[in-house]
């Protein structure tokens, strides 16, 4: 591989107008395809197959009419008097029917006249108490029954005001139309009536505002300033990156026009893309910088980086590539689209610091590391050798071995912890940002009418085996007993039949909201109870409803999440000992990424879900973030792994001993690993500032990730273990040997003048005089 690179990297230097065209004609004939092919994007959780989708399609096939409880595009305005008062006052209640003739104006709104909670729930009891009078019922249950249903609180203090947006799904709102929302609602909130919103139909698109991306980069450039000691050459890194994700995100756009893409994509992919892009580049820049010390031939320079440090690249992009597109196996759809995107994004970056990069120093050629702001000149010892912070680190861990291994596990595992308190489930407008509408809108309806009226379950009911309508409507009142009857259900009524009576709907109201575990507990105790009243009643049942697709997609999650680990470490470690050549080297990246992984999760718990140290409010962990978060740390990790350890093995192939050849690994790596680890937590860290409660938890929890497993992991722990195992850490069987394929990934193979009968040590410095690279 090293020689195939080497040829690309050359080729690339040398007719840079061809490489730098074709990078340009890709992204216009994306961006124009985007343009005009792309739709909108849409965020549908749903997995074919769980328990709430054949529920729901149950529930299409008797009732036609229904629609999906994703593309429900619901909208529910919360009007509140202020304290003392109520909605009826004269006073308040023209407010509320200014607002509703505001809400009418709307655009994409349905054509059935909406109704102030007041008039609206007075007409809901009238309704179902004469209706109960007319069928013998009991009509204390069916004030009960409205008053579970009413748009006004008992003190008429809050009321709601719902529709439906008339689009066929979610993604069909404009924005105009959710704009013009937030315009009426602040024209209505005056004179001490609150107005706010929540439901799907009220939430925008989410939007890269910039501002994220640009904090990160802006830290990036500091530290590659630091890093090159060069304006010019640190920002190539940053540009090459920037081609990256914008390719990246156009082409997930495009992407839209054959599959279904959630909203929070495009961010993680930029996320992704623009760390690993710029530590890519970083890289192969750096090893470039190297090797000008040892030839004045620029474009056998650039053929060395990108043969040794392009090889390591391109392992470390398919250990990411792996993770990512491995979650297609899970089959979960939402989350294969998400892995898949941010792959092709990792994949483009590889290619961009392969072929872009390259092109670029062949357009730049010596004033690649122009505009000079510091000048490096390495201190070295007796032997010449170069003394630095890696050399020094490398040698204080093989003083104490031991003691790093125990320390690091100690700490690490103490992070953990809290893990074993994690809560998982899907975000909704109970744990949105306090400063959002739609949780105001949620707390105003919680403190009203309860916690439960956000988390609602229907249990759907097939009766068109029983013989006759009677029979029908004895099954269906003692469906409704018994689901009034489950702990943890404040009501639990019969809303509607379909128009031959063969079908039934009951709507469950939870006395917790959709984020309490409780709600959780209910849906497992009305499930378990299934098969006994469908046994009793002689109908077929199934629970469906927002809250219950959403549960069964986490705990979908978490049963694929051992799959998942297993396809993704198995194939990670074959391809790391066919980089390695080793068994005990991938075995111990494995067992430090388990470790960092945990204490990710840990803090992640800790921070969000527990609001430690006051930093964040406290609220679930997002459903789909462990399995994800497990994918890229573990693709991250192996980054780390590959390029400090294949300059370990380098120094290795080269005659030194595995204790020489982890200083030199340092030495050389060091100082450059940690650059691209400090650019990956700025960039990670930025996304904690979006105020979207997704983005922000992964932010966090990849800054965190890097942080554990760049320096206490990768250059802690595995340089400890590295001394502890001495000559066996590159211990292979011979059969093994054989027939493991050999990809020269240390450049054995270049010839290189330099280090013809001479120690790899005495040449080979991370980045060398500053003289020696300006002419």
């Known amino acids: 591989m090293a020689t195939l690179l080497h040829r690309l990297g050359k080729t690339a230097y040398r007719r840079w107008p061809y490489f730098i065209a074709a990078w340009l004609v890709a992204f216009l004939a994306v961006g124009i395809f985007a343009g005009t092919m792309s739709k909108p994007m849409t965020d549908a959780f749903s997995i074919p197959g769980i328990p709430s989708e054949k529920a729901a399609d149950m529930q299409a096939e008797l009732f036609p009419d229904s629609v999906d409880a994703f593309d429900q595009a619901s909208v529910k305005v919360v009007v509140a008097a202020p304290a003392g008062h109520t909605l009826d006052e004269p006073a ?53 029954n409205a008053q579970a249903l009413s748009p006004l609180s008992e003190d008429g203090r809050v009321g709601t005001i719902t529709w439906d947006f008339d689009v066929e799904t979610i993604a069909d709102v404009e924005p105009t139309t959710i704009e013009a929302l937030g315009d009426v609602m602040s024209d209505s909130s005056q004179d001490g009536l609150t107005v706010e919103a929540n439901g799907a139909g009220s939430v925008g698109m989410i939007e890269i505002n910039g501002t994220s991306e640009l904090i990160g980069i802006a830290i990036a450039l500091l530290v590659l300033v630091l890093t090159f000691g060069s304006l010019m050459a640190a920002g190539l890194p940053i540009v090459t990156a920037l081609v990256g994700v914008g390719l990246g995100i156009t082409g997930i756009t495009a992407s839209t026009a054959f599959f279904d893409i959630g909203t929070t994509t495009p961010m993680l992919a930029t996320m992704i893309g623009l760390a690993v892009g710029i530590d890519y580049a970083l890289f192969i820049l750096a090893r470039y910088r190297a090797e000008l010390h040892h030839t004045d031939d620029r474009e056998e320079a650039v053929g060395i980086a990108v043969g040794t440090a392009g090889s390591a690249v391109v392992f470390a992009g398919l250990t990411v590539l792996i993770a990512l597109s491995a979650l297609a196996l899970v089959q979960i759809p939402f989350l294969t689209s998400m892995g898949l995107a941010a792959g092709a994004t990792v994949l483009i970056a590889v290619l961009v610091a392969l072929t872009l990069l390259p092109a670029i120093l062949g357009l730049l050629k010596k004033r690649a590391f122009g505009g000079t702001v510091r000048r490096f000149r390495p201190k070295r010892d007796t032997n010449g050798l170069v003394v630095n912070n890696g050399a020094r680190w490398a040698r204080l861990i093989g003083r104490r071995p031991v003691t790093a291994v125990v320390l690091t596990v100690i700490v690490l595992g103490a992070l953990a912890l809290p893990l074993s308190n994690l809560h998982l489930a899907f975000p909704t407008d109970s744990t949105a940002s306090t400063e959002t509408t739609q949780r105001k809108a949620s707390d105003l309806i919680a403190d009203s009418f309860g916690p439960g009226r956000d988390a609602p379950m229907i249990v759907v009911v097939d009766g068109r085996d029983l013989p006759d309508a009677e029979a029908r409507a004895t099954a269906y009142g003692d469906i409704v007993a018994w689901a009034a009857g489950q702990e943890n259900v404040r009501n639990a009524q019969l809303i509607g039949t379909n128009e031959d009576g063969t079908g039934a709907q009951v709507l469950i109201t939870p006395e917790t909201g959709p984020e309490d575990t409780a709600t959780d507990d209910l849906l497992t105790d009305l499930r378990d109870g299934q098969a006994q009243i469908e046994e009793e009643t002689g109908t077929t049942t199934g629970v469906t409803g927002l809250t219950a697709i959403t549960t069964d997609v986490s705990d979908r999650l978490s049963r694929a999440l051992p799959i998942y680990l297993a396809v993704v470490i198995g194939l990670a470690f074959i391809l790391l000992m066919i980089v390695f050549r080793s068994i005990l080297v991938p075995l111990t990246a494995t067992l430090g990424f388990l470790l960092s992984v945990l204490a990710t999760l840990g803090a992640t718990v800790a921070v969000f879900q527990e609001g430690a140290f006051g930093l964040m409010e406290g609220q679930p962990i997002v459903s789909f973030m462990p399995i994800f978060l497990i994918g890229l740390v573990f693709g991250l990790a192996m980054d780390y792994q590959v390029f400090l350890v294949t300059r370990m093995r380098e120094a290795h192939v080269h005659g030194m001993s595995t204790r020489e050849a982890v200083v030199d690994g340092f030495r050389n790596s060091a100082r450059v690993v940690t650059a691209a680890a400090a650019i990956m937590i700025a960039v990670f860290s930025a996304f904690i500032l979006i105020d979207e409660p997704i983005i922000r938890s992964i932010g966090f929890a990849l800054a965190v990730a890097v942080f554990f497993d760049a320096f206490l992991v990768r250059m802690t722990l595995i340089p400890a273990l590295m001394y502890l195992m001495g000559e066996k850490a590159w211990w292979l069987p011979k059969w093994l040997d054989r027939i493991l394929p050999n990809v020269d990934i240390e450049g054995e193979k270049l010839e290189r003048a330099h280090l013809v009968g001479r120690p790899l040590e005495e040449d080979l410095a991370e980045l060398g005089d500053e003289e020696s690279v300006r002419a």
Do not use: N
Not at 111 to 129: F, I, K
């Open 92 to 144: 308040y209640a023209e407010q509320v029917q200014a607002l509703i003739a505001g809400l009418e104006g709307l655009p994409q709104m349905p054509d059935t006249a909406l109704v102030d909670p007041v008039t609206a729930a007075g007409e809901q009891q009238q309704a179902l108490v004469d209706g109960a009078r007319q069928a013998g019922g009991d009509v204390e249950v069916a004030r009960d």
